[in-house]
């Protein structure tokens, strides 16, 4: 093969006129050798290249030109060797073949259940079970595309799974589980109302699981979620129609290209926080073989990991060398991508320093909310790790909004009937002050949830008090015990109308409150259809139906589908609910919000009160449009009975008139425009047990 010695300054594998080059970071090997591949099978390689340490490295970067004999297409990855001294942190094997962390694009599937028995030997070659970088070239039609760039307090986000979301048969999909299963929903998802899809990791990963068999299905457990990363610049041919070569890229491409022809944006779920490599008695794949001691945090015994993640290992994040990939990665998902945000994964993690400690000012988070190319990018924490961080309203930097956990367990608690829970919940459906104020960030840093693909559904939230993992093959003890749940009356199942009927009631409180509820708004997939994963709350491990969405639920349950379809509506045609600007209460001479008891006295907040009237003003300035709105009027009870709520005079001389009564049935569930019922000089309304009422003023 004719070679030059190459350039440093891009890594990865990038096409030229009549080359491709070569570049990969390595501060501590002494060989490096390049691999070409002519099939995705192939157990040996075609040719074999080793670099000069001399002629074909610049400071820890190894870099090469192939001339002519390398193009697009071209299969590859990489050997190194080294120091095997884990006691100081190497841990190089010349016989281990390794992916390049900045391919573009892999072939072939990797699982740690195949693999084990092999990879963990010194001497064997860990090829058989080894997904190929493959050189591509960027020439797609992107029709003058680019990221939508919505407001955040405009933002109604949809966590779904790319494979999950279509692979059930009823959802009737030409390419179901792939990205253009997802183009074919479109539809679906204007008539919904949302605004972007959040995409569970798309990213290659591990689908085994540590050896586990599923106890029903007597097959191995696979890791159906993808938080086990692979790499950070390539997405997983799991959710291809065609897996060959570029095409998962390019239908990525053209799922995001159509989503925003569409007007929905796309958020990635990122895992930056640690790989698939596992713990010292895991596989070496990738960073492990390329420099161990850069790549991860290591304990002061260095033949073992710090594991900040619950999951064996812990990307070194604030070191230079990995700020940059992270960095790199998210430039390419926008740049050549087209992604318009990202929600990371255990975002704490980002946070700490090579000791494991909690830095004040991260670099790179930092870096991440600064960084010029990512200014207009959509940018969510997960504020917490695996090790007890829990930085929930404490992020360390104001241009990151955060899952506002305490937003979901604060609701939960609240319709559940705890006591206690007013104050709290009030200061939930007001945006989270208590979180958000006092470092200048805004309600729409808050991203609402109540519930979320880790966790029940929202219909299994109100049908199971404990968790059923018993699936998952580790003897129901994996996924959280406390889930702030009811079942109310049956676990499970049943066709009990009375027990049906508040389920229904309740599922329709929880998302009217979230719709209602000052910040940005996230809806689990299926939620608006009463999707059951049968009590299971971690089905991570369940690529089968119990985490497929059944859409014949769709119409079983379209009592619930049509009602979250006209309260996204509802929330969307009121700015009155996402403001840009926290509540003041009493400013510039004018209410913007005021809190009432249902006798009209003001809010009594003490321990037993179950009952709450909140009194929204459209009349003020700082909403997200440049008109007045409409006052609203809610009113909320959690006794097990009615009660008779006293109606505060409608502002400026309006009338109210009622649009949201949980108990009531369609249509009076929620009313169409136009179609509200008119109260006239109705000084009370009764507002049933377990219900929510929502008036809105009108002038008559």
């Known amino acids: 093969m004719k070679t030059l010695p190459g350039n440093p300054l891009t890594l990865g594998a990038t096409i030229h006129d009549n080359f491709v080059r070569f570049a990969i970071f390595s501060r501590h090997a002494s060989d490096v050798w390049l691999l070409f591949f002519d099939n995705a099978d192939d157990l040996q390689p075609a040719h074999e290249i080793k670099l000069d340490s001399h002629l074909n490295r610049t400071g820890d970067i190894w870099h090469i030109d192939v001339v002519s004999s390398a193009g697009e297409g071209q299969l590859y990855l990489y050997r190194m060797d080294g120091q095997y001294r884990p006691t100081q942190g190497h841990r190089y094997n010349r016989n281990k073949y390794l992916i390049d962390p900045y391919s573009r694009a892999l072939v072939g599937t990797y699982s740690s259940n195949e693999s084990e028995q092999y990879d963990r030997q010194f001497t064997d070659s860990n090829l058989p079970f080894l997904p190929k970088g493959v050189v591509i070239r960027d020439d797609f039609d992107w029709q003058g595309d680019k990221p939508l760039n919505h407001p955040l307090h405009e933002t109604i986000i949809y966590e779904a799974h790319t494979r999950g979301l279509t692979k059930h048969t009823s959802a009737e999909i030409n390419k179901p589980g792939t990205y253009l299963g997802i183009v074919e929903l479109i539809p679906y998802f204007k008539k919904l109302g949302i605004t972007a899809i959040e995409l569970l990791p798309i990213h290659p990963s591990d689908v085994g699981v540590d050896g586990?068999?599923?106890?029903?299905?007597?097959?191995?457990?696979?890791?159906?979620?993808?938080?086990?990363?692979?790499?950070?610049?390539?997405?997983?041919?799991?959710?291809?129609?065609?897996?060959?070569?570029?095409?998962?890229?390019?239908?990525?491409?053209?799922?995001?290209?159509?989503?925003?022809?569409?007007?929905?944006?796309?958020?990635?779920?990122?895992?930056?926080?640690?790989?698939?490599?596992?713990?010292?008695?895991?596989?070496?794949?990738?960073?492990?073989?390329?420099?161990?001691?850069?790549?991860?945090?290591?304990?002061?015994?260095k033949r073992r990991y710090k594991n900040y993640s619950g999951v064996g290992n812990t990307l070194n994040c604030n070191h230079p060398v990995v700020r940059n990939l992270i960095v790199d990665s998210l430039h390419y998902w926008v740049v050549e991508c087209h992604v318009d945000g990202f929600r990371f994964d255990l975002a704490s993690v980002l946070g700490r320093d090579q000791f494991g400690n909690l830095l004040e000012n991260p670099p790179l988070v930092e870096r991440i909310a600064e960084d010029p190319i990512l200014r207009d990018t959509k940018l969510i924490a997960e504020a917490w790790d695996a090790a007890g961080a829990y930085q929930v309203g404490s992020f360390p930097h104001r241009r990151w909004a955060e899952w506002n956990a305490q937003y979901r367990d604060d609701i939960r608690r609240f319709w559940r009937g705890d006591l206690g829970t007013l104050s709290s919940f009030a200061t939930r459906l007001a945006g989270s002050s208590d979180l958000y104020l006092r470092d200048g960030r805004a309600p729409f840093h808050s991203i609402n949830f109540i519930t979320s693909h880790d966790g029940f559904t929202l219909n299994d939230l109100v049908s199971y008090k404990h968790k059923h993992n018993f699936a998952n093959g580790e003897n129901n003890y994996d996924g959280e015990s406390n889930?702030?749940?009811?079942?109310?009356?049956?676990?499970?199942?049943?066709?009990?109308?009375?027990?049906?009927?508040?389920?229904?009631?309740?599922?329709?409180?929880?998302?009217?409150?979230?719709?209602?509820?000052?910040?940005?708004?996230?809806?689990?997939?299926?939620?608006?259809?009463?999707?059951?994963?049968?009590?299971?709350?971690?089905?991570?491990?369940?690529?089968?139906?119990?985490?497929w969405l059944d859409w014949s639920f769709k119409e079983k349950h379209g009592e619930i589908y049509d009602f979250t379809c006209r309260m996204i509506a509802f929330r969307k045609a009121h700015p009155i609910f996402h403001r840009q600007h926290f509540f003041t209460g009493f400013d510039k001479g004018r209410f913007d919000i005021q809190w009432f008891s249902m006798n009209g006295e003001e809010a009594d907040w003490g321990h037993l009160v179950r009952t709450l009237t909140c009194l929204i003003y459209g009349h003020y300035e700082r909403t997200t449009k440049d008109r007045p709105d409409n006052d609203a009027l809610l009113m909320f009870n959690v006794d097990s009975m009615p009660h008779t709520f006293k109606l505060p005079p409608a502002p400026y001389h309006k009338k109210w008139r009622r649009v949201i009564d949980t108990n009531l049935l369609p249509p009076l569930d929620i009313c169409p425009v136009d179609w509200e019922t008119k109260l006239g000089n109705q000084k009370s309304y009764q507002v049933s047990e377990q219900s929510m009422v929502v008036l809105l003023s009108f002038k008559e």
């Open 212 to 301: 586990h068999i599923n106890p029903i299905t007597g097959l191995p457990v696979t890791n159906h979620w993808g938080y086990q990363t692979i790499n950070f610049f390539s997405v997983t041919q799991r959710y291809a129609h065609d897996k060959k070569s570029d095409s998962p890229l390019r239908e990525f491409k053209t799922m995001v290209r159509e989503l925003h022809k569409a007007g929905l944006e796309v958020i990635l779920d990122v895992v930056y926080n640690h790989t698939a490599e596992g713990d010292h008695k895991g596989n070496c794949l990738s960073f492990r073989g390329i420099d161990n001691q850069i790549y991860y945090l290591l304990e002061d015994d």
């Open 483 to 547: 889930n702030i749940s009811d079942n109310m009356g049956v676990e499970g199942h049943t066709d009990d109308f009375t027990i049906e009927r508040n389920r229904v009631r309740r599922i329709k409180n929880f998302i009217a409150t979230l719709m209602l509820s000052q910040g940005v708004p996230m809806l689990l997939a299926g939620d608006e259809f009463r999707r059951t994963q049968q009590g299971n709350n971690n089905a991570y491990a369940q690529d089968n139906e119990i985490s």
